[in-house]
């Protein structure tokens, strides 16, 4: 099991800009994928972005061109720079890792963007 521990959230006002990290430990290999999801209140669990080990990565539409996803594959961390943050951008945040055939989340983090 990938233990994934994420940092960075926090408050931040509309135009500002934050990076989320998450550590994954507890695997003897890389995860295949690191990604980050989010989930506002009353809503689905909504994908971000991910990467794969070898550096591609996938964004989703909503955030393509704002959100940017990277891996250190010596650190196993993945980090999510977030900028030109919305208030419809506030939610718990979560990172999630595929390793074979399973997948880990993190705990979740709560991002608020708010004046």
């Known amino acids: 099991q990938v233990q994934l521990v994420a940092s960075g959230g926090g408050f931040v006002q509309p135009g500002g800009s934050l990076r989320l990290s998450c550590a994954a430990s507890g695997s003897g290999s890389s995860p295949n994928v690191l990604g980050w999801y989010r989930q506002a209140p009353g809503k689905q669990r909504e994908f971000l972005a991910s990467v794969t080990s070898g550096g591609t990565s996938n964004y989703a539409d909503s955030v393509k061109g704002r959100f940017t996803i990277s891996r250190d594959n010596a650190k196993n961390t993945v980090y999510l720079q977030m900028n030109s943050l919305k208030p419809e951008d506030t939610a718990v945040y979560y990172c999630?890792?595929?390793?074979?055939?399973?997948?880990?989340w993190g705990q979740g983090t709560q991002v608020t963007v708010s004046s």
């Open positions: 999630a890792a595929v390793l074979g055939s399973r997948g880990d």
